[in-house]
């Protein structure tokens, strides 16, 4: 057996097969232990082999957009839209360690604490430890691990600063920018990095009176923009249906249709 890791870090391969058939039965723990340890000790990527990942069918949809915008509030909503599907669903959620974001954290788990208590949402903030592109440097690996633990969509929410957004793009089927009404310069500075990116463009806060506006001007440069209310939920389905309808229209999977079990 060859050991991996460091002196303060030791992994007898098999252990990490032990951990890779728990994460695979469902285990939510041995989730959890496997994404610290991957996010620790590049050296236990050789576990991702053991999860055989090749036949599920998990959509992977990126919610991305600048802080404030209510990308949390949308995710959330989409967690309890795909709960009352019957799916399992993941969320990544990756804090950028900036002071611009210093109390959303806790909001996001004060707001999440509705899925606290359920078995079929696993819900784990993940720090970019200074990486660009808005990804942590383990979330692909951490979707990987949701994936073989039976996740069926997973949903990573991530800071779109302009030009930075490429890594979501690499790692998830569909990606959403939300962008809140009024911004100015910040949608003008979108438009040329994120927006490029996104498969579907969010206008969140459509409760606003500048949500028209912003409405019209992104409709100009992009065909898929919805209004939402976050906050009441409004406009969630129809950003779920078009999510679906993207997916179909590119042939890639199913995003969230209920299964029969
Ligand atoms: N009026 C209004 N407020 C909203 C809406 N959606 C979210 N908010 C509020 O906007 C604030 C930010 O929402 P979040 O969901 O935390 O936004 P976020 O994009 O995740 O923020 P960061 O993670 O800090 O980047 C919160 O106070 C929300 O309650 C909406 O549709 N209308
Ligand atoms: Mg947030």
Redesign the pocket.
């Known amino acids: 057996m060859s050991p991996i890791g460091s002196h303060m870090f030791m992994c007898d391969i098999r252990d990490l097969m032990t951990l890779a058939e728990q994460v695979r039965a469902g285990n939510v723990r041995a989730v959890s232990r496997l994404i610290s340890l991957l996010e620790n000790h590049p050296g236990a990527r050789e576990v991702l082999r053991f999860l055989n990942n090749t036949s599920r069918r998990t959509t992977v949809i990126g919610v991305t957009?600048?802080?404030?915008?209510?990308?949390?509030?949308?995710v959330d909503r989409l967690v309890s839209l795909y709960r009352r599907r019957g799916l399992k669903v993941g969320v990544l959620a990756v804090d950028i360690s900036s002071p611009?974001?210093g109390g959303?954290l806790l909001?996001?788990r004060i707001r999440m604490q509705e899925h606290a208590l359920d078995h079929d949402v696993y819900v784990r903030s993940m720090a970019t430890r200074g990486h660009h592109g808005g990804l942590a440097p383990a979330t692909g690996d951490a979707a990987l691990v949701l994936e073989a633990a039976g996740y069926e969509v997973i949903l990573i929410?991530t800071?779109g600063v302009g030009q930075n957004e490429v890594d979501i793009v690499d790692l998830a089927h569909i990606v959403v920018a939300?962008v809140a009404p009024g911004l100015g310069d910040e949608v003008q500075a979108m438009k040329a990095g994120l927006l490029e990116v996104a498969h579907i463009v969010v206008v969140?806060?459509?409760?606003?009176p500048d949500a028209d506006n912003t409405l019209r001007d992104l409709r100009e440069w992009c065909p898929n923009v919805l209004r939402?209310?976050?906050?009441?939920g409004e406009g969630i389905p129809e950003l779920a249906a078009a999510m679906t309808r993207y997916q179909q229209s590119c042939g890639v999977g199913h995003v969230g249709e209920a299964r029969n079990r």
Do not use: C, F
């Open positions: 957009g600048y802080p404030g915008a209510g990308k949390s509030t949308v611009l974001t959303a909001g996001d929410e800071i939300v969140n806060k459509g409760d606003l939402t209310v976050a906050t009441t």
